[in-house]
């Protein structure tokens, strides 16, 4: 098969590092890629975003599978484009990327079918919004409804906090159309746990769980990020919640989709917060997590394009799908300022003594680089993601860290605790 990968980030890298080793492969096509995948295939300079684009190289090209890693050409309905010319897509329609692409939607979905979450207001107008809070006890939440790179959720802490979101996202609209809407919704506490689920529309596996590292700073301090580190399997998530997860989340997500008229064939991504009452959902994702991929695929013994393949033809529960009882560990590599302002441009040393396969138990996944003469330079706000495998945490941070130590470019940053807190787990 000849296979396009969409996308430029480390997630990105880890699918095609995982999708090469399928012996179902032929070509492998990534768009537009960055200075890592371009070591393991061949890289295209089409942005993610155009779809058309992206459509026209497919079909000249004889792609047979292109795998969508952003949500932005999910939610501007790339799956729906490529199938109305015949080509095949691996992520959700449009109308089933909603999920992720409107809180809105999301909420009353959730709400409609009984799936476990905060409780919440929608609110079209900010003098509304505000004059709720102000009546509200805080931690309050208060979120987009449309995509906002991440961004789009406050935790306030009090009406000052929240009163400023409301402001940024409705009045000032620094997320454009996105904040035209808001949820403010319960405050929840617990532990964040990410469940990828790959599904046909009917079924689902249950990748192994993940624990993302949100914010910038050591002890889960400073502003919210893409995501600094991750582990997996989470030691939290037993048998029990995995059947919680599946029979009240997962399952209840699928089929109320399904019964829409908006099928999910996919990853479906749910971002739990197991609180004292179960897990309750924060958010549906409607793809691969960034970086809980490039701490999940690591783990994965079976094909990905296979399993991939049963997906689309609606037989996922056939499908092989094994994992190593290894650990796993991702530490993220930074420019000096992210999330905030940052640098891009400086040479990248020390990657020449990694290499790429897992039998050392270390991987390097590529995000914001790029090739420039004979060196790598850094070329957006998260660099790098090492991952470290082991038998246990201890040896996974252990192989994480030591070579995280051996990277260096000017102003680089990691978060020095990812999966500390599970080092005897
Ligand atoms: P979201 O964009 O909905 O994933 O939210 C981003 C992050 O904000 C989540 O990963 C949580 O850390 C936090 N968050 C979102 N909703 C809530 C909530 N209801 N209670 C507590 N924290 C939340
Ligand atoms: N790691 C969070 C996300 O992919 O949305």
Same mark, same amino acid.
Request: net charge negative.
């Given at each position: 098969m000849n296979v396009m990968i969409v996308g430029k980030g480390g997630r990105e890298h880890a699918l095609a590092w995982k999708i090469s080793k399928s012996p179902y492969l032929d070509e492998l096509v990534v768009a537009p890629g960055n200075a890592g995948i371009e070591q393991i295939a061949n890289t295209m300079d089409? *942005?993610?975003?155009?779809i058309r684009g992206l459509a026209n190289y497919a079909e000249h090209n004889s792609i047979d599978l292109t795998i969508v890693g952003p949500e932005d050409p999910l939610a501007n309905g790339i799956t729906d484009y490529f199938s109305r010319r015949g080509l095949a897509v691996f992520g959700p329609s449009e109308s089933a990327a909603r999920i992720e692409a409107s809180k809105v939607f999301a909420k009353d979905f959730m709400k409609r079918f009984h799936i476990p979450t905060a409780g919440f207001l929608t609110f079209d107008n900010a003098e509304g919004a505000i004059r709720f809070v102000e009546e509200h006890d805080f931690p309050i939440v208060i979120k987009t409804? /449309?995509?906002? &790179? /991440? %961004? &789009? *959720?406050v935790v306030a802490k009090n009406i000052e906090e929240a009163r400023d979101a409301i402001v940024h996202m409705m009045i000032e609209r620094t997320w454009g159309d996105a904040g035209k809407t808001v949820v403010v919704e319960e405050f929840l506490q617990g532990t964040e746990i990410s469940v990828l689920a790959m599904t046909d529309g009917d079924n689902a596996i249950i990748l192994p769980p993940a624990q993302d $590292? %949100?914010?910038? $700073?050591? /002890?889960?301090? &400073?502003p919210n990020t893409g995501g600094m580190g991750c582990i997996a399997p989470?030691?939290?998530?037993?048998l029990e919640l995995r059947k919680i997860t599946m029979d009240e989340i997962i399952i209840p997500a699928i089929e109320g989709l399904k019964f829409m008229d908006s099928p999910f064939k996919g990853i479906l991504y749910a971002g739990l917060m197991i609180t004292s009452s179960g897990p309750k959902v924060l958010e549906f994702n409607c793809r691969f997590g960034d970086p809980e991929t490039q701490a999940i695929l690591p783990l994965m013994e079976s094909d990905l394009l296979e399993m991939m393949l049963f997906a689309l033809e609606n037989r996922i529960l056939e499908a092989d799908c094994q994992f190593s009882d290894k650990k796993s560990v991702c530490v993220v590599i930074a420019s000096g300022g992210y999330p905030k302002r940052y640098k891009k441009g400086y040479p990248i040393e020390g990657? /020449?003594?990694?290499? !790429? !396969?897992s039998e050392e138990n270390v991987l390097v996944f590529h995000a914001g680089t790029a090739q420039k003469g004979d060196s790598i330079i850094s070329d957006g706000g998260r660099v790098l993601n090492v991952v470290g495998l082991g038998d246990d945490f201890s040896k996974a941070i252990n192989n994480a860290y030591s070579m995280a130590g051996k990277i260096k470019f000017e102003k680089s940053f990691y978060r020095k605790d990812i999966g500390a807190k599970y080092k005897n787990a």
């Open positions: 089409i *942005s993610q975003d155009d409804d /449309g995509l906002a &790179g /991440g %961004k &789009g *959720s $590292y %949100k914010r910038a $700073y050591d /002890g889960n301090n &400073g989470h030691p939290m998530f037993d990657l /020449g003594e990694i290499s !790429t !396969t």
